[in-house]
């Protein structure tokens, strides 16, 4: 099946710092990838959406100046959160799809942790 | 605006038995219905995508439903393993987004 490569699994960060997310389709081209959040025993909400070559579109209530999404091309989308906070903490996972309603693949996610 | 539930949140069984694991949504107009598996901190893992057209999806041990017009699915695992025991997530796609519940816990005690 498709792969989905996320980087870093972890990170440790001090606050006020940004920290950049990776996420690469490693076998496919994916025009669209996608970006969740989640807390601790709670579902996935979706951030925004990734389009290659395009702004990305944040869902509402998502500060786009705050996660910086960028899609340089169809294998990799970046989500870098700067200046973060603790309340920033949280479960990252990006998603991606060769094609429109076909199965998402997923990263492995990234924990953040904000000090 | 669409909201999906998943009762029960959380579920403990003996090995080898069979399981069903509900998922509801408000909205029907859905493109496709989604189950999901979660091993904890890590990533998601696709089991079945349903189709809005169609009514089952079958994988191994899996089969999925989906029941539109009452805003249904389930996921439905026979023979459970220890190895089973995750999180599992619906999703609907109602606009090209995914929206999820809140997850099932399972724990398949050996």
């Known amino acids: 099946g498709a792969v989905v490569s996320q980087h870093p699994s972890r990170v440790i960060c001090k606050s006020g710092t940004s920290v950049k997310i990776e996420c690469r389709s490693l076998?496919?081209?994916?025009?669209?990838m996608f970006w969740y959040r989640q807390f601790p025993k709670q579902s996935l909400m979706l951030m925004a959406t990734?389009?290659?070559?395009?702004?990305?579109?944040?869902e509402q209530g998502v500060e786009k100046d705050k996660f910086l999404i960028n899609h340089a091309s169809l294998t990799l989308s970046t989500l870098t959160v700067t200046s973060a906070h603790p309340e920033d903490s949280s479960f990252y996972i990006c998603?991606?799809?060769?094609?429109?309603?076909?199965?998402?693949?997923f990263g492995s996610g990234t924990q953040l942790s904000v000090l | 605006k669409q909201e999906v539930t998943q009762i029960p949140a959380a579920l403990s069984v003996p090995e080898g038995e069979n399981l069903v694991l509900n998922c509801s949504f408000t909205?029907?107009?859905?493109?496709?219905l989604q189950w999901f598996r979660q091993d904890p901190g890590k990533g998601l893992t696709s089991l079945l995508l349903?189709?809005?057209?169609?009514r089952e999806q079958t994988s191994g041990r899996l089969n999925a439903s989906l029941d539109k017009s009452s805003g249904r699915s389930t996921l439905y695992i026979a023979a459970s393993q220890p190895g089973d025991s995750a999180t599992y997530l619906c999703?609907?796609?109602?606009?090209?987004?995914?929206?999820f519940g809140s997850g099932t816990r399972l724990l398949v005690r050996p």
């Open positions: 998603s991606a799809s060769r094609d429109y309603n076909e199965k998402l693949f």
């Open positions: 076998d496919f081209q994916a025009t669209t």
């Open positions: 990734s389009n290659e070559g395009s702004k990305a579109t944040y």
């Open positions: 909205d029907s107009a859905i493109y496709n």
């Open positions: 349903i189709q809005s057209s169609q």
């Open positions: 999703a609907s796609d109602s606009s090209y987004k995914l929206i």
